[in-house]
């Protein structure tokens, strides 16, 4: 990452005269953030059971009770900010509550992501728009007791892009300036087994991180 830095400073160096911060920008290489908001572990959860149709909800999780610091970026040169934004995550395990059928496999896709970041002077978001599979998943059961059973998640993640520059800007000034920060991210869900209808899902995230790209 250092040897990144430097070489990106020498070049701005050499390019400050002629305003060329959109070719400095196109040197930059894409920058992950890793855990974003503290996410890692955290449980996307139902806040109501699931419907059949097959089988729908929604899962969500906010910070709002643990605002969390700016995030530190390598300091950029020319004052070049990205205009492409990902964000990424895969799913350590499931857990399925309440008193519907079990079954050993199931087949899950993520149909809806919406993520929403703010400080006390801003609020930045972004939906992924009408509903369409973003990333299909099979649950394995693992365990199970009275009333809840656990599930390894199939590898693989889900990724969710900002659809314009006005976006990112605004989630990247949100998450490095401005103060203690809140964040949070639904998720719309679709399991192919009728059987989980009435129970609620908890989904709990690993590997997250945002990688910020396309800098201008």
Same mark, same amino acid.
């Given at each position: 990452?250092?040897?990144?830095?430097?070489?990106?400073?020498?070049?701005?160096?050499?390019?400050?005269?002629?305003?060329?911060?959109?070719?400095?920008?196109?040197?930059?290489?894409? /920058?992950?953030?890793?855990?974003?908001?503290?996410?890692?572990?955290?449980?996307?959860? +139902?806040?109501?059971?699931?419907?059949?149709?097959?089988?729908?909800?929604?899962?969500?999780?906010?910070?709002?009770?643990?605002?969390?610091?700016?995030?530190?970026?390598?300091?950029?040169?020319?004052?070049?900010?990205?205009?492409?934004?990902?964000?990424?995550?895969?799913?350590?395990?499931?857990?399925?509550?309440?008193?519907?059928?079990?079954? /050993?496999?199931?087949?899950?896709?993520?149909?809806?992501?919406?993520?929403?970041?703010?400080?006390?002077?801003?609020? +930045?978001?972004?939906?992924?728009?009408?509903?369409?599979?973003?990333?299909?998943?099979?649950?394995?059961?693992?365990?199970?007791?009275?009333?809840?059973?656990?599930?390894?998640?199939?590898?693989?993640?889900?990724?969710?892009? +900002?659809?314009?520059?006005?976006?990112?800007?605004?989630? *990247?000034?949100?998450?490095?300036?401005?103060?203690?920060?809140? +964040?949070?991210?639904?998720?719309?869900?679709?399991?192919? /087994?009728?059987?989980?209808?009435?129970?609620?899902?908890? *989904?709990?995230?690993?590997?997250?991180?945002?990688?910020?790209?396309?800098?201008?």
């Amino acid at each position: 990452m250092k040897k990144v830095i430097v070489s990106v400073a020498a070049l701005s160096a050499a390019l400050v005269l002629s305003g060329c911060g959109r070719v400095v920008g196109s040197f930059i290489p894409p /920058q992950t953030v890793s855990n974003p908001a503290g996410l890692e572990g955290k449980q996307l959860v +139902a806040s109501s059971p699931l419907t059949i149709e097959a089988v729908v909800g929604t899962v969500s999780y906010s910070t709002a009770g643990a605002p969390f610091d700016d995030i530190t970026i390598p300091e950029l040169p020319l004052n070049i900010k990205p205009t492409g934004l990902e964000f990424k995550t895969g799913f350590a395990r499931v857990d399925v509550n309440g008193l519907c059928a079990k079954p /050993q496999q199931v087949n899950l896709t993520v149909r809806r992501v919406k993520l929403e970041a703010s400080d006390a002077a801003n609020k +930045a978001t972004f939906d992924s728009g009408a509903d369409r599979d973003l990333a299909a998943f099979t649950l394995t059961r693992k365990s199970e007791g009275v009333g809840t059973a656990t599930y390894d998640v199939s590898a693989g993640t889900l990724n969710v892009t +900002a659809p314009d520059a006005g976006t990112v800007v605004n989630f *990247f000034t949100v998450l490095t300036s401005g103060g203690r920060n809140t +964040a949070s991210v639904e998720a719309k869900i679709r399991a192919s /087994q009728n059987e989980l209808a009435g129970c609620t899902m908890a *989904f709990t995230l690993k590997d997250v991180s945002v990688v910020l790209s396309n800098f201008q």
